[in-house]
């Protein structure tokens, strides 16, 4: 089945302990991206991936890091969180023809306290 | 900069029903792509519908179809007898073509279908 997973889907840590979420997609995709998602201001993008060791900023990078050393892995890493940077958060996926949506994971949500 | 905007933040409707959620959105491009996407109280982002902005002709996927009006850079919404399950956030994307695959999201419109 193809799809996008993230690991954990819930995660509550405390503040300045580094910690990973995981993305994995099974569809070959050239793009992958990350976005967190807050009430009153839907989906924002962190980090984006145009293939493998391509990485880019999005609109909210600070705080957050990402790698992209194989094609179907790139994990968000957060060095030291703070509560700000509590929020639900989504990896996706998507082939290099604009024209195809973009596939999502499940979400992950943390807390941080 | 691209911008998408929904000015409904929460609507209901009747079930059997039609609702018609609006998103605008400005850019300065001539060629990108838009979406609706549902999320369902599961989290999960699910695509609803899209549409090629070179393209005249209004999408439609079964109760769904939308009303795009290029110049006036305006993409709503229609869903025709609103059932149960279509309770959800629904968000509007755009995608630029230049290659940048960069979404951008509304904030998104809370819709809950009534029995």
């Known amino acids: 089945e193809a799809q996008v997973t993230q690991n954990p889907r819930y995660l509550i840590t405390v503040t300045g302990k580094k910690l990973t979420v995981t993305c994995s997609q099974n569809m070959n995709h050239e793009y992958m991206s990350w976005y967190r998602q807050d009430p009153g201001l839907g989906l924002r993008q962190i980090y984006y991936?145009?293939?493998?060791?391509?990485?880019d900023k999005g609109d909210v990078p600070e705080g957050y890091k990402v790698s992209r050393k194989e094609k179907r892995n790139f994990p968000l890493i957060l060095e030291s969180p703070s509560p700000n940077q509590t929020s639900l958060y989504f990896c996706?996926?998507?082939?290099?023809?604009?024209?195809?949506?973009?596939?999502f994971g499940q979400g992950t949500r943390l807390t941080v306290v | 900069a691209q911008t998408v905007t929904q000015s409904q933040p929460e609507m209901s409707v009747q079930e059997a029903e039609t609702v018609t959620l609006s998103c605008t959105y400005d850019?300065?491009?001539?060629?990108?792509?838009l979406f609706w996407y549902k999320q369902p109280p599961s989290r999960q982002m699910i695509l609803v519908i899209r549409?090629?902005?070179?393209?005249?002709q209004n999408a439609t996927e079964n109760r769904f179809s939308v009303n795009f009006q290029k110049a006036a850079k305006s993409f709503s919404l229609k869903i025709s007898d609103s059932q149960l399950g279509d309770t959800a956030m629904y968000f509007c994307?755009?995608?630029?073509?230049?290659?940048?695959?960069?979404?951008?999201f509304g904030t998104g419109t809370r819709l809950k279908v009534l029995a």
């Open positions: 994307a755009f995608l630029s073509a230049s290659g940048t695959y960069k979404y951008i």
């Open positions: 549409q090629e902005a070179y393209k005249q």
């Open positions: 996706a996926s998507g082939p290099r023809m604009l024209n195809t949506e973009a596939f």
């Open positions: 850019t300065s491009e001539n060629n990108y792509y």
């Open positions: 991936s145009m293939n493998v060791e391509v990485t």
